[in-house]
């Protein structure tokens, strides 16, 4: 969000110059500067030990299993704990061990997006009522329902990290 007025007491904004950040909407009234500001989320590839990945559905997005796990980092959260607690909820597994991916900015969105592999015992899936489905997929086959018209950018680059991660290739 770029800001035009000010968020405390409403005024118009200025710009002014702040640094090597160039020009900033400026409050001349609370002496404050207010840089652009934008969601943040956690998209999380989620495998277990058998080398599948868990995939959910959101009919909204889809016809298939084809999305990743993901959510909105709260107010106070980190994403290493946003990560661990959107798989908890949205698919009722533990994450033994949660690797950083890297950051990713989702322009569709407007978001910028934590990455992660969150690496779980195989277990029966306990869906949310946000999702309509999930279901555990072989991980070198999980292309061939996400890849390339359903998918983010970010979700491609966690999975050929994943791939690369454990020596995994595609079966064309």
Known sequence: MNYRFCPNCGKRLTLRPAGDDGQVPYCEACERYWFATFPSCVIVLVANE???LALIH???LSDSFDVFVSGFIASGESAEETAVREVQEELGLEVQQLISTGTFWYPD????????IAYTKKAPLSLSDELDGAGWVPAAEAHRTMFPVTASPPA???YETYLKNENLKKKE
């Open 58 to 60: 959101q009919s909204y």
């Open 156 to 158: 491609y680059a966690i």
């Open 109 to 116: 969105a407007g978001q910028l997006m934590h990455g992660f």
């Open 50 to 52: 058998q080398q599948e």
